[in-house]
Protein backbone atom coordinates (compact mmCIF):
# COMPACT_ATOMS: atom_id res chain seq x y z
CA UNK A 1 0.00 0.00 0.00
CA UNK A 2 1.28 3.45 -0.83
CA UNK A 3 1.92 5.68 2.09
CA UNK A 4 -0.78 8.17 1.91
CA UNK A 5 -3.23 5.50 1.28
CA UNK A 6 -1.77 3.43 4.17
CA UNK A 7 -1.72 6.69 6.41
CA UNK A 8 -5.31 7.40 5.33
CA UNK A 9 -6.50 3.86 5.89
CA UNK A 10 -5.15 4.04 9.66
CA UNK A 11 -6.83 6.80 10.55
CA UNK A 12 -10.21 5.70 9.18
CA UNK A 13 -9.11 2.44 11.74
CA UNK A 14 -8.09 5.04 14.35
CA UNK A 15 -11.93 6.57 14.38
CA UNK A 16 -13.54 2.91 15.05
CA UNK A 17 -11.02 1.84 17.97
CA UNK A 18 -13.54 0.75 20.70
CA UNK A 19 -11.51 3.20 23.46
CA UNK A 20 -12.49 0.94 27.00
CA UNK A 21 -12.67 -2.66 27.99
CA UNK A 22 -16.13 -2.43 27.92
CA UNK A 23 -16.46 -1.29 24.36
CA UNK A 24 -14.14 -4.08 22.92
CA UNK A 25 -15.75 -7.08 21.53
CA UNK A 26 -15.45 -10.44 21.80
CA UNK A 27 -11.93 -12.48 23.10
CA UNK A 28 -13.99 -13.26 26.66
CA UNK A 29 -11.79 -14.73 27.98
CA UNK A 30 -8.44 -12.52 27.27
CA UNK A 31 -10.81 -9.70 28.34
CA UNK A 32 -11.97 -10.97 31.62
CA UNK A 33 -8.54 -11.93 32.52
CA UNK A 34 -6.76 -8.54 31.50
CA UNK A 35 -9.77 -6.86 33.70
CA UNK A 36 -8.36 -8.93 36.52
CA UNK A 37 -4.79 -7.91 36.22
CA UNK A 38 -5.58 -4.13 35.55
CA UNK A 39 -7.81 -3.97 38.63
CA UNK A 40 -5.69 -5.17 40.48
CA UNK A 41 -3.13 -3.23 39.60
CA UNK A 42 -5.13 0.16 39.92
CA UNK A 43 -6.18 -1.26 43.81
CA UNK A 44 -2.90 -2.30 45.09
CA UNK A 45 -1.53 1.60 43.39
CA UNK A 46 0.64 -0.37 41.44
CA UNK A 47 2.00 -0.32 37.57
CA UNK A 48 0.01 -3.24 35.58
CA UNK A 49 2.15 -6.20 35.10
CA UNK A 50 4.51 -6.52 31.71
CA UNK A 51 1.02 -7.81 28.98
CA UNK A 52 2.26 -9.74 25.52
CA UNK A 53 -0.18 -10.06 23.32
CA UNK A 54 -0.23 -12.49 19.88
CA UNK A 55 -2.32 -13.28 17.13
CA UNK A 56 -2.36 -12.88 13.60
CA UNK A 57 -2.62 -9.17 12.28
CA UNK A 58 -5.85 -6.89 12.95
CA UNK A 59 -6.94 -8.74 15.71
CA UNK A 60 -6.84 -6.08 18.20
CA UNK A 61 -3.62 -6.06 19.94
CA UNK A 62 -2.79 -2.47 18.99
CA UNK A 63 -6.53 -1.12 20.58
CA UNK A 64 -5.84 -3.66 23.48
CA UNK A 65 -2.54 -1.94 24.38
CA UNK A 66 -4.88 1.87 24.15
CA UNK A 67 -6.84 0.11 26.09
CA UNK A 68 -4.65 -1.04 29.05
CA UNK A 69 -3.21 2.89 28.71
CA UNK A 70 -6.92 4.09 29.39
CA UNK A 71 -7.87 1.77 31.58
CA UNK A 72 -4.54 2.73 33.91
CA UNK A 73 -5.03 6.32 33.33
CA UNK A 74 -1.69 6.51 32.08
CA UNK A 75 0.23 7.57 29.06
CA UNK A 76 0.77 5.63 25.94
CA UNK A 77 4.33 5.51 24.24
CA UNK A 78 4.57 3.53 21.01
CA UNK A 79 7.24 2.09 19.13
CA UNK A 80 7.92 -0.87 17.09
CA UNK A 81 10.64 -3.53 16.66
CA UNK A 82 11.82 -2.85 13.68
CA UNK A 83 12.28 0.93 14.55
CA UNK A 84 14.74 -0.29 17.19
CA UNK A 85 17.83 -0.73 15.63
CA UNK A 86 20.10 0.15 18.13
CA UNK A 87 20.22 -0.53 22.22
CA UNK A 88 21.15 3.11 22.57
CA UNK A 89 17.45 3.47 20.45
CA UNK A 90 15.82 1.63 23.09
CA UNK A 91 17.95 3.15 26.38
CA UNK A 92 16.64 6.44 24.68
CA UNK A 93 12.80 5.69 25.24
CA UNK A 94 13.41 3.53 28.55
CA UNK A 95 15.03 6.67 29.95
CA UNK A 96 12.53 9.38 28.90
CA UNK A 97 9.01 7.36 30.41
CA UNK A 98 7.65 8.34 32.97
CA UNK A 99 6.22 6.34 36.33
CA UNK A 100 3.42 4.64 35.35
CA UNK A 101 4.06 4.96 31.57
CA UNK A 102 2.49 2.34 29.05
CA UNK A 103 5.39 1.58 26.37
CA UNK A 104 3.77 -0.76 23.24
CA UNK A 105 6.35 -2.24 21.57
CA UNK A 106 4.85 -3.84 18.33
CA UNK A 107 6.00 -6.58 16.44
CA UNK A 108 8.60 -7.21 19.41
CA UNK A 109 10.01 -10.60 17.80
CA UNK A 110 11.70 -8.15 15.45
CA UNK A 111 14.36 -6.35 18.16
CA UNK A 112 17.88 -6.16 17.88
CA UNK A 113 19.34 -8.60 19.92
CA UNK A 114 21.16 -6.17 22.35
CA UNK A 115 18.04 -3.99 22.55
CA UNK A 116 16.37 -7.38 23.53
CA UNK A 117 18.65 -7.86 26.45
CA UNK A 118 18.61 -4.49 27.60
CA UNK A 119 14.82 -4.71 27.36
CA UNK A 120 14.98 -7.55 29.73
CA UNK A 121 16.32 -6.17 32.66
CA UNK A 122 14.77 -3.19 32.23
CA UNK A 123 11.42 -5.19 32.38
CA UNK A 124 12.68 -7.04 35.57
CA UNK A 125 15.02 -4.24 37.54
CA UNK A 126 13.27 -1.35 36.07
CA UNK A 127 16.98 -0.72 34.99
CA UNK A 128 19.24 -0.02 31.91
CA UNK A 129 22.71 -0.42 32.02
CA UNK A 130 24.59 2.89 29.69
CA UNK A 131 27.43 2.25 27.94
CA UNK A 132 29.45 5.08 27.70
CA UNK A 133 32.92 4.69 25.40
CA UNK A 134 34.18 2.58 23.67
CA UNK A 135 37.08 -0.93 23.52
CA UNK A 136 39.04 -1.11 27.20
CA UNK A 137 37.98 2.40 28.02
CA UNK A 138 33.86 1.62 28.09
CA UNK A 139 31.72 1.91 31.06
CA UNK A 140 28.74 0.84 32.04
CA UNK A 141 26.38 3.22 33.72
CA UNK A 142 23.72 2.11 35.65
CA UNK A 143 20.57 4.43 35.28
CA UNK A 144 17.42 3.59 36.87
CA UNK A 145 13.97 3.83 35.80
CA UNK A 146 10.82 4.43 36.96
CA UNK A 147 8.05 1.49 37.12
CA UNK A 148 6.56 1.09 33.69
CA UNK A 149 4.19 -1.13 31.78
CA UNK A 150 5.77 -2.87 28.75
CA UNK A 151 2.71 -4.29 25.96
CA UNK A 152 4.52 -6.23 23.65
CA UNK A 153 2.90 -7.68 20.59
CA UNK A 154 3.71 -9.88 18.05
CA UNK A 155 2.08 -12.28 15.03
CA UNK A 156 4.99 -14.59 16.06
CA UNK A 157 5.15 -15.43 19.49
CA UNK A 158 7.20 -18.83 18.70
CA UNK A 159 9.82 -16.08 17.75
CA UNK A 160 9.87 -14.66 20.97
CA UNK A 161 13.19 -15.85 22.75
CA UNK A 162 11.88 -17.91 26.14
CA UNK A 163 13.69 -15.29 28.36
CA UNK A 164 11.90 -12.16 27.25
CA UNK A 165 8.18 -14.42 27.22
CA UNK A 166 9.05 -14.82 30.77
CA UNK A 167 9.47 -11.21 31.88
CA UNK A 168 5.71 -10.98 31.01
CA UNK A 169 3.52 -11.36 33.69
CA UNK A 170 0.20 -11.59 31.63
CA UNK A 171 0.56 -13.33 28.04
CA UNK A 172 -2.33 -13.99 26.08
CA UNK A 173 -3.50 -15.34 22.35
CA UNK A 174 -5.62 -13.12 20.46
CA UNK A 175 -8.05 -16.13 18.32
CA UNK A 176 -10.40 -14.87 15.10
CA UNK A 177 -13.60 -13.69 16.14
CA UNK A 178 -16.81 -15.62 15.19
CA UNK A 179 -19.00 -14.20 12.69
CA UNK A 180 -21.85 -13.21 15.68
CA UNK A 181 -18.65 -11.29 16.99
CA UNK A 182 -17.87 -9.51 13.88
CA UNK A 183 -21.22 -8.52 13.24
CA UNK A 184 -21.93 -6.40 16.65
CA UNK A 185 -18.64 -5.18 15.56
CA UNK A 186 -20.03 -4.41 12.02
CA UNK A 187 -23.27 -2.75 14.02
CA UNK A 188 -21.16 -0.23 16.36
CA UNK A 189 -18.84 1.12 13.72
CA UNK A 190 -21.74 1.46 11.68
CA UNK A 191 -23.26 3.19 14.14
CA UNK A 192 -19.85 5.68 14.28
CA UNK A 193 -19.98 5.74 10.58
CA UNK A 194 -23.47 7.43 10.54
CA UNK A 195 -24.70 4.45 8.63
CA UNK A 196 -27.75 2.35 8.21
CA UNK A 197 -26.79 -1.11 8.14
CA UNK A 198 -29.31 -4.05 7.49
CA UNK A 199 -28.82 -7.33 9.63
CA UNK A 200 -28.38 -9.43 6.90
CA UNK A 201 -25.54 -6.68 5.34
CA UNK A 202 -23.94 -7.29 8.57
CA UNK A 203 -24.17 -11.22 8.47
CA UNK A 204 -23.04 -11.26 4.73
CA UNK A 205 -19.90 -8.83 5.51
CA UNK A 206 -18.85 -10.75 8.78
CA UNK A 207 -18.94 -13.90 6.58
CA UNK A 208 -15.90 -12.73 4.47
CA UNK A 209 -14.42 -10.92 6.99
CA UNK A 210 -12.01 -13.69 7.62
CA UNK A 211 -12.71 -13.51 11.23
CA UNK A 212 -10.74 -10.30 11.45
CA UNK A 213 -12.09 -6.95 13.10
CA UNK A 214 -9.87 -4.94 10.84
CA UNK A 215 -11.30 -6.81 7.84
CA UNK A 216 -14.95 -6.21 8.56
CA UNK A 217 -14.21 -2.73 9.27
CA UNK A 218 -12.60 -2.47 6.33
CA UNK A 219 -15.05 -4.06 4.19
CA UNK A 220 -17.98 -1.95 5.37
CA UNK A 221 -16.28 1.12 4.55
CA UNK A 222 -16.03 -0.35 1.01
CA UNK A 223 -19.94 -1.01 1.08
CA UNK A 224 -20.65 2.21 2.12
CA UNK A 225 -18.71 3.52 -0.35
CA UNK A 226 -20.79 1.20 -3.13
CA UNK A 227 -24.12 2.50 -1.11
CA UNK A 228 -23.31 6.33 -1.53
CA UNK A 229 -22.13 6.05 -5.47
CA UNK A 230 -24.81 3.55 -6.78
CA UNK A 231 -27.25 2.88 -3.83
CA UNK A 232 -29.41 4.07 -1.68
CA UNK A 233 -27.16 5.34 0.83
CA UNK A 234 -28.33 2.58 3.18
CA UNK A 235 -25.96 -0.66 3.46
CA UNK A 236 -28.40 -3.11 2.14
CA UNK A 237 -27.34 -7.43 1.48
CA UNK A 238 -27.50 -6.03 -2.28
CA UNK A 239 -24.66 -3.15 -1.87
CA UNK A 240 -23.27 -5.32 0.62
CA UNK A 241 -23.15 -8.37 -2.35
CA UNK A 242 -22.27 -5.73 -4.96
CA UNK A 243 -19.32 -4.22 -3.11
CA UNK A 244 -17.59 -7.10 -2.03
CA UNK A 245 -17.93 -8.87 -5.89
CA UNK A 246 -16.46 -5.27 -6.90
CA UNK A 247 -13.46 -5.51 -4.14
CA UNK A 248 -12.45 -9.27 -5.33
CA UNK A 249 -13.81 -11.05 -1.91
CA UNK A 250 -15.06 -14.54 -2.23
CA UNK A 251 -18.01 -15.34 -0.60
CA UNK A 252 -15.55 -17.41 1.76
CA UNK A 253 -13.99 -14.35 2.78
CA UNK A 254 -10.64 -15.06 0.02
CA UNK A 255 -9.38 -12.14 -1.31
CA UNK A 256 -6.74 -11.56 -4.26
CA UNK A 257 -3.37 -12.86 -2.58
CA UNK A 258 -5.36 -15.82 -0.43
CA UNK A 259 -6.37 -17.15 -3.89
CA UNK A 260 -3.18 -16.20 -5.49
CA UNK A 261 -1.58 -18.80 -3.00
CA UNK A 262 -4.33 -20.94 -3.22
CA UNK A 263 -3.48 -20.79 -7.25
CA UNK A 264 -0.28 -21.54 -7.06
CA UNK A 265 -0.31 -24.40 -4.83
CA UNK A 266 -2.93 -26.17 -6.88
CA UNK A 267 -1.40 -25.13 -10.28
CA UNK A 268 2.08 -24.82 -10.24
CA UNK A 269 2.81 -27.54 -7.09
CA UNK A 270 0.44 -30.39 -7.87
CA UNK A 271 -1.28 -29.25 -4.82
CA UNK A 272 2.18 -29.40 -2.94
CA UNK A 273 3.83 -29.97 -0.67
CA UNK A 274 5.84 -27.22 -1.54
CA UNK A 275 7.94 -24.76 0.59
CA UNK A 276 6.80 -21.21 2.63
CA UNK A 277 10.03 -19.83 0.84
CA UNK A 278 8.85 -21.31 -2.72
CA UNK A 279 5.07 -20.79 -2.60
CA UNK A 280 5.77 -16.87 -1.19
CA UNK A 281 7.77 -16.14 -4.73
CA UNK A 282 5.73 -17.77 -7.08
CA UNK A 283 2.66 -15.24 -5.81
CA UNK A 284 5.51 -12.25 -5.32
CA UNK A 285 5.20 -11.99 -1.81
CA UNK A 286 7.03 -11.92 1.71
CA UNK A 287 7.11 -15.04 3.43
CA UNK A 288 6.33 -13.64 6.04
CA UNK A 289 2.98 -11.94 4.58
CA UNK A 290 2.40 -15.42 3.50
CA UNK A 291 2.89 -16.98 6.92
CA UNK A 292 1.12 -14.41 8.79
CA UNK A 293 -1.35 -12.89 6.89
CA UNK A 294 -2.75 -15.91 3.87
CA UNK A 295 -2.02 -19.03 5.63
CA UNK A 296 -3.92 -18.88 8.96
CA UNK A 297 -7.07 -18.34 7.46
CA UNK A 298 -6.25 -21.08 4.78
CA UNK A 299 -5.47 -23.45 7.00
CA UNK A 300 -8.37 -22.30 9.49
CA UNK A 301 -10.55 -22.73 6.54
CA UNK A 302 -9.60 -26.03 5.52
CA UNK A 303 -8.14 -24.90 2.46
CA UNK A 304 -4.44 -25.88 3.51
CA UNK A 305 -2.55 -27.92 5.26
CA UNK A 306 0.90 -27.75 6.54
CA UNK A 307 2.73 -31.13 6.47
CA UNK A 308 6.39 -31.29 7.91
CA UNK A 309 7.68 -31.48 4.06
CA UNK A 310 5.92 -28.31 3.36
CA UNK A 311 1.82 -26.69 2.40
CA UNK A 312 -0.54 -28.73 1.12
CA UNK A 313 -4.15 -28.05 -0.44
CA UNK A 314 -6.64 -29.64 0.73
CA UNK A 315 -9.48 -31.39 -1.51
CA UNK A 316 -11.79 -28.69 -0.73
CA UNK A 317 -9.10 -25.91 -1.67
CA UNK A 318 -9.34 -27.65 -5.45
CA UNK A 319 -13.12 -27.59 -5.98
CA UNK A 320 -13.24 -23.87 -4.41
CA UNK A 321 -10.75 -22.84 -6.70
CA UNK A 322 -13.70 -24.55 -9.56
CA UNK A 323 -10.55 -27.64 -10.39
CA UNK A 324 -10.68 -30.77 -10.24
CA UNK A 325 -9.00 -32.58 -7.54
CA UNK A 326 -6.35 -35.36 -7.76
CA UNK A 327 -6.73 -38.53 -6.29
CA UNK A 328 -4.25 -38.22 -3.65
CA UNK A 329 -6.00 -34.94 -2.21
CA UNK A 330 -9.05 -36.90 -2.17
CA UNK A 331 -7.57 -39.94 -0.34
CA UNK A 332 -5.90 -37.57 1.89
CA UNK A 333 -8.76 -35.89 2.72
CA UNK A 334 -10.73 -39.14 3.86
CA UNK A 335 -8.19 -40.23 5.83
CA UNK A 336 -8.07 -36.96 7.70
CA UNK A 337 -11.66 -36.88 8.19
CA UNK A 338 -11.36 -40.37 9.49
CA UNK A 339 -8.96 -39.67 12.34
CA UNK A 340 -10.97 -36.00 12.80
N1 LIG B 1 -12.48 -6.58 19.71
C1 LIG B 1 -12.69 -5.53 18.91
N2 LIG B 1 -13.83 -4.83 18.98
C2 LIG B 1 -14.05 -3.82 18.12
N3 LIG B 1 -13.18 -3.41 17.17
C3 LIG B 1 -12.02 -4.06 17.08
C4 LIG B 1 -11.71 -5.15 17.95
N4 LIG B 1 -10.47 -5.60 17.63
C5 LIG B 1 -10.03 -4.85 16.62
N5 LIG B 1 -10.95 -3.93 16.28
C6 LIG B 1 -10.86 -2.97 15.17
O1 LIG B 1 -9.94 -3.51 14.21
C7 LIG B 1 -8.93 -2.56 13.88
C8 LIG B 1 -7.59 -3.27 13.92
O2 LIG B 1 -7.23 -3.57 15.25
P1 LIG B 1 -5.72 -3.41 15.79
O3 LIG B 1 -5.00 -2.32 15.06
O4 LIG B 1 -5.81 -3.29 17.26
O5 LIG B 1 -5.14 -4.82 15.36
P2 LIG B 1 -3.67 -5.42 15.63
O6 LIG B 1 -3.88 -6.80 16.15
O7 LIG B 1 -2.85 -4.49 16.43
O8 LIG B 1 -3.09 -5.52 14.16
P3 LIG B 1 -1.54 -5.42 13.70
O9 LIG B 1 -0.87 -6.61 14.28
O10 LIG B 1 -1.66 -5.47 12.20
O11 LIG B 1 -1.02 -4.10 14.19
C9 LIG B 1 -9.06 -1.44 14.89
O12 LIG B 1 -9.17 -0.22 14.23
C10 LIG B 1 -10.36 -1.64 15.62
O13 LIG B 1 -11.29 -0.68 15.20
Same mark, same amino acid.
Given at each position: ??? *???????????????????????????????????????????????? #??????????????? +? $???????????? &???? +???????????? &?????? $???????????????????????????? =? =????????? &????? #?????? $?????????????????????????????????? +????????????? *????????????????? +????? #????????? =??? /????????????????? =???????????????????????????????? $? &???????????????????????? !? /???? !????????????????????????????? *?
Amino acid at each position: MDP *DADALERSAEAALRPGTLDEFVGQRVVRDQLDLVLKAASARGATADHV #LLSGPPGLGKTTLAM +I $VAHEMGATLRVS &SGPA +IQHAGDLAAILS &SLDEGD $VLFLDEIHRLARPAEEMLYLAMEDFRVD =V =VVGKGAGAT &SIPLS #LPPFTV $VGATTRAGLLPAPLRDRFGFTAHLDFYEPHELRA +ILERSAGKLGLAL *DGDAAAEISGRSRGTPR +IANRL #LRRVRDWAQ =VHG /SGRADLAAARQALTVYE =VDERGLDRLDRAVLGALCTRFGGGPVGLSTLA $V &SVGEESETVETVAEPFLVREGLMS !R /SPRG !RVATADAWVHLGLQPPADALAGETTRRLF *D
